[in-house]
């Protein structure tokens, strides 16, 4: 089975930085993604690492470490419009797609 | 707009009756999947197919069936409804097993 384990919630200020930790253990190891998902709407794609090391995409970043099961959402310069949940998911050797309960992250003005 | 469709939107059901959750993507995506979404459990997949004609277990699949007859279409039946599985429910679709998932909007459905 698949372990995948964040924070349920986090709180932060317009314009600063947050973290948003992931830890796993699974059967095997094809990829982790991160989601974000805004209330009441569909998960959306925000970053994919396969390979140890930092993904960078705009305001957004993700870092993965293989050997200690462990990832990291990087949200810099906040917006309010970054109010949302964050989903840390991996795919397993099974190639199944499986997700952590989500971590939801509220920006203060 | 190319994406996935689900429908209904919203739906309340009585206990025993059947439902059928229907899913079309139109991206040509050979991969469809079901999860279930619950406060605090996050998505948990229900069932999958790798491509058209054929279907997989997830991690929750019991009091749920799925068929694949054609590429675009994988519609998710509960046979017998009960109130556990009053839930949201999305459908998503990857082009192959490695790629992302794409979600439809949800069908939330509730079972009194």
Request: aromatic fraction near 0%; charged fraction near 45%; charge should be negative.
């Given at each position: 089975g698949q372990n995948i384990d964040q924070p349920t919630e986090m709180t932060a200020t317009e314009g600063a930085i947050v973290q948003i930790n992931c830890t796993y253990q699974t059967s095997g190891f094809n990829g982790l993604f991160w989601y974000q998902q805004h209330a009441g709407e569909a998960p959306t794609f925000l970053s994919y690492n396969v390979l140890d090391g930092l993904e960078e995409k705009g305001r957004f970043s993700s870092f993965l470490s293989r050997s200690k099961g462990y990832s990291y959402l990087l949200l810099k310069?906040?917006?309010?419009?970054?109010?949302a949940s964050y989903l840390c998911a991996v795919k397993g050797g099974d190639y199944k797609l499986s997700f952590g309960a989500g971590t939801t992250v509220t920006v203060r003005a | 707009i190319a994406g996935i469709t689900q429908a209904p939107t919203s739906q309340i059901l009585a206990a025993g009756r059947r439902m059928t959750l229907r899913c079309t993507q139109?991206?040509?995506?050979n991969a469809m999947y079901w999860y279930r979404q619950d406060l605090g459990l996050g998505l948990r997949l229900i069932h999958y197919s790798n491509t058209a004609g054929t279907t997989g277990k997830g991690e929750v699949p019991d009091g749920y069936s799925v068929s694949r007859a054609n590429t675009d279409d994988f519609p998710l039946t509960l046979a017998s409804a009960v109130p556990s599985q009053t839930s949201v429910y999305f459908c998503a679709s990857s082009k192959g097993e490695s790629g992302e998932l794409f979600f439809g909007e949800g069908s939330r459905l509730t079972v009194l």
């Open positions: 310069e906040l917006q309010m419009k970054d109010s | 139109d991206m040509r995506h």
